[in-house]
């Protein structure tokens, strides 16, 4: 038996591949053919003889099958990729069922793997199927199709792949050509759709072909039902379980008609004859009982060449059941009936297969010119249910509780648009946290236009009741699942969200405007600028301070770059409140400089004699603007930092100027600036530029020097020693940081250290050392020093760093053990030849474990020194 191209789905359609390859079945298991292979004669069709060798395949028609031999045949071309596969191909002759022949000839890639790039490379079969011409028309064989089979290809879900179907009759067989598709399926059931049959009469492939793809023993295994005629039309659901999702065929393509909800409109297949096979495919839900299936059959207008079924089947996954309809529906008006299932099936998948049709003999019969299209029609299927009758709010009650009666409650309505997603909303708040969860997965599948004022609702009540608790420094609570959901469902709708968040922003309370302001920030930044400069002005505090953030966040996002352009320009920035234009140009941030008029709306608030509030926080602006080349900017900040009268603001403008770097000799002139606070500042400023590569002035040593000398301020003397050591290193900046070593301050003697390491000073390592062994001094600054001597490849410590470093097993108390640490860390960048054996006693299991994963580190650490 053939293996289904859809591996993914083999358990379930092992059953149905019997049928869709009966051909195999039918045919045996042929061994190689080497002789040839003679189909005599039929009436009106001549003999055919086909031989296989290995580099081809040679075909020849005779009149008579006695003189027939492949012998001077047409020679049949083959893909380069066949050819090494005809060693194990074999000739199957078929007969139709008027008596005519053809040859099907099939290659096995399997057997023998074909090239990488070839198609059916290591599984499926290449066929042929090759027929003689009728009598009189022609002498050459036909070739009817040729391709591979069983071999799939398209994306995961989408995958196709072509076969070829023998369909055994009463008389003969009938072969079709068509596609098996992992998306149109008899719920599970492997499909031929898009089928071809080999037209005897013609010795061609029509198109159109209708076939039964259900397995017959399947069949035969089908329950039976029949249908009972309802004397009134019953009344529609308030909620549709069934979506058609695939059709073998529909007439227009308009499948979803079956179960629309409207009587008037009607699936009709698509193929000729009676539609035998032909199928739709429903989703359903599986939590949601079915009881029975409502069937109108013909539509109040009728269709042209509409027929109705005399049985049917119903499938699912795993059940089958032959309905049977007791008249023709389409002479009975209305044409409605019910079909009551034995007990109630839960299925995600129920398909409606034809079977045989009440239609005219003959109707559609393609050996029959005049007969007329038959088009076998079902106008609507309707899912019986033990909901049925009940009106939305009920349904949304239901919901309580969350068991297996809510869930499948749950699936109806999530399946039944907006009308119940409204419902779902109108009921919500009477139900319980269980019901709640349900409702949310219900409102997710509306639209957005629907959604989005709910979950906004949620977002601003959610935040505001979390308010208060976050307002009392309060443990942190469990997430709000409603808060989290809110959330995730105004992202998903993206924009559409905008006009209510905006909203919020505008009238709701502090944390629900704060709420609202990151979500329109994050899904709408174009709309949240204005948004959020129209709400800045009235906020304060806490709330102004992440309104502003939301602002910086829209504002970075390319996005909203033409609605930024629009509001710095002057007349519209002017048109604002000024705090709302220095927080425009705040929020903007780095991106200041590129915003085209940026500049102009920074120097029409940049003033010397502006009020302090603007003076400092233009500071951050400027800084950007300066980065950014714009020669105004800088030498405002410039002034800011050398002349303006208040610390505060030259406290800002050194705190900003770091990342300007034609501003470090200003930076430099403001470390002895006479507010303390402005000299920390300036001094931190120019650490990080030494940090960054920015190249300081000639004398920055010597001025940094005097301040660790002489200033009176502990955080100063830190902040130069801190400098000097992210500097490269100089002869006055080292003695500097020798002379510190002396210094009353642990944190500065620390910092000094810490600076020649940095500087890997060894012309002062005996200054270092004795910092290093004074048991007097600091164990942090003692820890400090040992840190440096390892940068300084000190190999004459290494004995005193062993001696600390296994102390630090059993320790007497915290000196030990961080002089312990410091001393691994210094051993692990000498890394002494012996390393492993003086730090063996630490791997020990009885070391305490973070010492012995310190060890660890120190031994698995790339050396830092030449040995």
Same mark, same amino acid.
């Given at each position: 038996?053939?293996? /289904?191209?859809?591996?993914?789905?083999?358990?379930?359609?092992?059953?149905?591949?019997?049928?869709?390859?009966?051909?195999?079945?039918?045919?045996?298991?042929?061994?190689?053919?080497? #002789?040839?292979?003679?189909?005599?004669?039929?009436?009106?069709?001549?003999?055919?003889?086909?031989?296989?060798?290995?580099?081809?395949?040679?075909?020849?028609?005779?009149?008579?099958?006695?003189?027939?031999?492949?012998?001077?045949?047409?020679?049949?071309?083959?893909?380069?990729?066949?050819?090494?596969?005809?060693?194990?191909?074999?000739?199957?002759?078929?007969?139709?069922?008027?008596?005519?022949?053809?040859?099907?000839?099939?290659?096995?890639?399997?057997?023998?793997?074909?090239?990488?790039?070839?198609?059916?490379?290591?599984?499926?079969?290449?066929?042929?199927?090759?027929? *003689?011409?009728?009598?009189?028309?022609?002498?050459?064989?036909?070739?009817?199709?040729?391709?591979?089979?069983?071999?799939?290809?398209?994306?995961?879900?989408?995958?196709?792949?072509?076969?070829?179907?023998?369909?055994?009759?009463?008389?003969?067989?009938?072969?079709?050509?068509?596609?098996?598709?992992?998306?149109?399926?008899?719920?599970?059931?492997?499909?031929?759709?898009?089928? /071809? !049959?080999?037209?005897?009469?013609?010795?061609?492939?029509?198109?159109?072909?209708?076939?039964?793809?259900?397995?017959?023993?399947?069949?035969?295994?089908?329950?039976?039902?029949?249908?009972?005629?309802?004397?009134?039309?019953?009344?529609?659901?308030?909620?549709?379980?069934?979506?058609?999702? =695939?059709?073998?065929?529909?007439?227009?393509?308009?499948?979803?008609?079956?179960?629309?909800?409207?009587?008037?409109?009607?699936?009709?297949?698509?193929? =000729?004859?009676?539609?035998?096979?032909?199928?739709?495919?429903?989703?359903?839900?599986?939590?949601?009982?079915?009881?029975?299936?409502?069937?109108?059959?013909?539509?109040?207008?009728?269709?042209?060449?509409? &027929?109705?079924?005399?049985?049917?089947?119903?499938?699912?996954?795993?059940?089958?059941?032959?309905?049977?309809?007791?008249?023709?529906?389409?002479?009975?008006?209305?044409?409605?009936?019910?079909?009551?299932?034995?007990?109630?099936?839960?299925?995600?998948?129920?398909?409606?297969?034809?079977?045989? &049709?009440?239609?005219?003999?003959?109707?559609?019969?393609?050996?029959?010119?005049?007969?007329?299209?038959?088009?076998?029609?079902?106008?609507?299927?309707?899912?019986?249910?033990?909901?049925?009758?009940?009106?939305?709010?009920?349904?949304?009650?239901?919901? #309580?509780?969350?068991?297996?009666?809510?869930?499948?409650?749950? *699936?109806?309505?999530?399946?039944?648009?907006?009308?119940?997603?409204?419902?779902?909303?109108?009921?919500?708040?009477?139900?319980?946290?269980?019901?709640?969860?349900? #409702?949310?997965?219900?409102?997710?599948?509306?639209?957005?236009?629907?959604?989005?004022?709910?979950?906004?609702?949620?977002?601003?009540?959610?935040?505001?009741? +979390?308010?208060?608790?976050?307002?009392?420094?309060?443990?942190?609570?469990?997430?709000?699942?409603?808060?989290?959901?809110?959330?995730?469902?105004?992202?998903?709708?993206?924009?559409?969200?905008?006009?209510?968040?905006?909203?919020?922003?505008?009238?709701?309370?502090?944390?629900?405007?704060?709420?609202?302001?990151?979500?329109?920030?994050?899904? =709408?930044?174009?709309?949240?600028?204005?948004?959020?400069?129209?709400?800045?002005?009235?906020?304060?505090?806490?709330?102004?301070?992440?309104?502003?953030?939301?602002?910086?966040?829209?504002?970075?996002?390319?996005?909203?770059?033409?609605?930024?352009?629009?509001?710095?320009?002057?007349?519209?920035?002017?048109?604002?409140?000024?705090?709302?234009?220095?927080?425009?140009?705040?929020?903007?941030?780095?991106?200041?400089?590129?915003?085209?008029?940026?500049?102009?709306?920074?120097?029409?608030?940049?003033?010397?004699?502006?009020?302090?509030?603007?003076?400092?926080?233009?500071?951050?602006?400027?800084?950007?603007?300066?980065? +950014?080349?714009?020669?105004? =900017?800088?030498?405002?900040?410039?002034?800011?930092?050398?002349?303006?009268?208040?610390?505060?603001?030259?406290?800002?403008?050194?705190?900003?100027?770091?990342?300007?770097?034609?501003?470090?000799?200003?930076?430099?002139?403001?470390?002895?600036?006479?507010?303390?606070?402005?000299?920390?500042?300036?001094?931190?400023?120019?650490?990080?530029?030494?940090?960054?590569?920015?190249?300081?002035?000639?004398?920055?040593? !010597?001025?940094?020097?005097?301040?660790?000398?002489?200033?009176?301020?502990?955080?100063?003397?830190?902040?130069?020693?801190?400098?000097?050591?992210?500097?490269?290193?100089?002869?006055?900046?080292?003695?500097?940081?020798?002379?510190?070593?002396?210094?009353?301050?642990?944190?500065?003697?620390?910092?000094?250290?810490?600076?020649?390491?940095?500087?890997?000073?060894?012309?002062?390592?005996?200054?270092?050392?004795?910092?290093?062994?004074?048991?007097?001094?600091?164990?942090?600054?003692?820890?400090?020093?040992?840190?440096?001597?390892?940068?300084?490849?000190?190999?004459? /410590?290494?004995?005193?760093?062993?001696?600390?470093?296994?102390?630090?097993?059993?320790?007497?108390?915290?000196?030990?053990?961080?002089?312990?640490?410091?001393?691994?860390?210094?051993?692990?960048?000498?890394?002494?030849?012996?390393?492993?054996?003086?730090?063996?006693?630490?791997?020990?299991?009885?070391?305490?474990?973070?010492?012995?994963?310190?060890?660890?580190?120190?031994?698995?650490?790339?050396?830092?020194?030449?040995?």
């Amino acid at each position: 038996m053939s293996r /289904s191209p859809f591996r993914s789905r083999r358990p379930r359609i092992g059953a149905a591949v019997g049928v869709i390859a009966a051909s195999s079945t039918l045919l045996g298991n042929a061994a190689a053919q080497v #002789a040839p292979v003679v189909l005599p004669p039929a009436a009106g069709q001549q003999a055919l003889a086909v031989r296989i060798d290995p580099g081809g395949i040679t075909a020849r028609a005779c009149p008579a099958a006695a003189a027939c031999a492949p012998d001077g045949g047409k020679v049949l071309a083959v893909p380069s990729e066949v050819a090494p596969l005809l060693g194990s191909a074999r000739v199957v002759p078929i007969t139709l069922a008027d008596g005519k022949r053809l040859a099907k000839i099939e290659a096995p890639a399997a057997d023998k793997p074909a090239p990488a790039s070839a198609p059916g490379a290591g599984s499926g079969s290449w066929a042929m199927l090759i027929a *003689a011409p009728l009598a009189g028309k022609g002498a050459e064989p036909i070739v009817l199709w040729s391709g591979w089979t069983g071999v799939a290809t398209g994306e995961h879900g989408e995958g196709r792949s072509d076969a070829v179907v023998v369909e055994p009759l009463g008389s003969g067989s009938r072969v079709l050509v068509g596609q098996l598709r992992e998306d149109v399926t008899i719920c599970g059931r492997p499909a031929l759709v898009g089928a /071809s !049959e080999v037209d005897p009469r013609t010795m061609t492939l029509l198109k159109g072909a209708s076939f039964q793809n259900l397995p017959a023993e399947e069949r035969r295994a089908a329950g039976k039902l029949a249908a009972e005629r309802r004397e009134a039309d019953a009344a529609a659901p308030a909620f549709r379980l069934l979506r058609p999702t =695939a059709a073998s065929s529909a007439v227009g393509k308009r499948f979803a008609e079956i179960a629309d909800g409207d009587p008037k409109t009607a699936w009709s297949e698509g193929k =000729a004859g009676a539609g035998r096979g032909e199928f739709v495919s429903f989703s359903s839900a599986d939590e949601v009982g079915i009881t029975g299936l409502g069937l109108r059959i013909k539509p109040p207008d009728g269709v042209e060449g509409g &027929a109705a079924p005399r049985t049917l089947f119903v499938a699912t996954p795993d059940r089958l059941f032959q309905v049977s309809l007791p008249e023709d529906a389409w002479l009975k008006e209305p044409a409605g009936y019910e079909v009551k299932l034995p007990e109630e099936i839960r299925a995600s998948c129920l398909a409606v297969v034809l079977d045989e &049709a009440y239609v005219p003999r003959g109707a559609g019969d393609r050996g029959a010119p005049s007969a007329p299209e038959v088009r076998v029609t079902i106008a609507e299927v309707t899912a019986r249910t033990a909901f049925d009758g009940q009106a939305p709010a009920a349904l949304v009650g239901a919901l #309580a509780g969350g068991g297996e009666r809510s869930r499948a409650a749950a *699936a109806l309505l999530a399946r039944s648009g907006p009308e119940a997603a409204l419902a779902a909303i109108a009921g919500y708040d009477k139900l319980d946290a269980a019901g709640r969860q349900l #409702a949310r997965g219900v409102i997710d599948t509306a639209p957005c236009a629907v959604q989005i004022p709910f979950f906004t609702a949620r977002l601003a009540s959610g935040a505001s009741a +979390a308010a208060p608790r976050r307002a009392a420094r309060a443990a942190a609570p469990e997430p709000d699942p409603e808060l989290h959901h809110a959330r995730d469902r105004i992202r998903r709708c993206g924009r559409a969200a905008a006009p209510a968040l905006a909203e919020i922003v505008k009238a709701g309370g502090a944390a629900a405007k704060v709420a609202a302001a990151r979500e329109l920030a994050l899904v =709408a930044p174009a709309e949240a600028i204005p948004a959020l400069l129209d709400a800045l002005p009235g906020a304060r505090g806490a709330t102004r301070r992440d309104l502003r953030a939301a602002l910086a966040l829209a504002a970075r996002s390319e996005r909203a770059a033409p609605v930024v352009e629009e509001e710095v320009q002057i007349d519209r920035l002017r048109a604002r409140p000024e705090d709302a234009q220095l927080d425009l140009l705040r929020a903007l941030g780095p991106s200041l400089g590129r915003v085209k008029g940026g500049s102009a709306a920074f120097q029409a608030l940049a003033s010397a004699s502006a009020p302090f509030a603007r003076r400092y926080l233009l500071q951050a602006p400027a800084a950007a603007l300066a980065r +950014a080349g714009e020669a105004p =900017a800088e030498a405002y900040l410039r002034a800011s930092l050398r002349k303006d009268a208040d610390p505060h603001v030259r406290l800002r403008a050194a705190e900003v100027a770091a990342e300007v770097p034609a501003l470090v000799p200003d930076l430099l002139a403001a470390a002895s600036d006479p507010d303390v606070r402005v000299r920390e500042a300036a001094i931190v400023a120019l650490s990080r530029a030494a940090s960054a590569g920015a190249r300081l002035p000639a004398g920055a040593a !010597e001025a940094l020097a005097a301040r660790l000398a002489s200033d009176p301020w502990t955080f100063v003397r830190g902040g130069a020693a801190l400098a000097i050591g992210a500097m490269p290193a100089t002869p006055a900046g080292d003695r500097a940081l020798v002379g510190a070593l002396a210094d009353r301050s642990p944190e500065v003697r620390g910092h000094a250290l810490d600076g020649l390491g940095a500087h890997r000073a060894t012309a002062h390592i005996e200054a270092v050392r004795d910092r290093a062994e004074d048991k007097e001094e600091d164990v942090e600054v003692r820890a400090r020093a040992i840190l440096a001597l390892g940068a300084m490849c000190d190999t004459s /410590s290494v004995d005193l760093w062993t001696r600390l470093a296994l102390r630090a097993k059993a320790p007497i108390g915290e000196r030990d053990q961080r002089l312990g640490s410091a001393a691994l860390a210094a051993l692990g960048a000498v890394h002494p030849a012996d390393l492993p054996a003086r730090l063996k006693p630490l791997l020990d299991k009885d070391t305490p474990h973070g010492l012995r994963e310190t060890a660890r580190a120190a031994l698995s650490a790339a050396p830092q020194c030449r040995r």
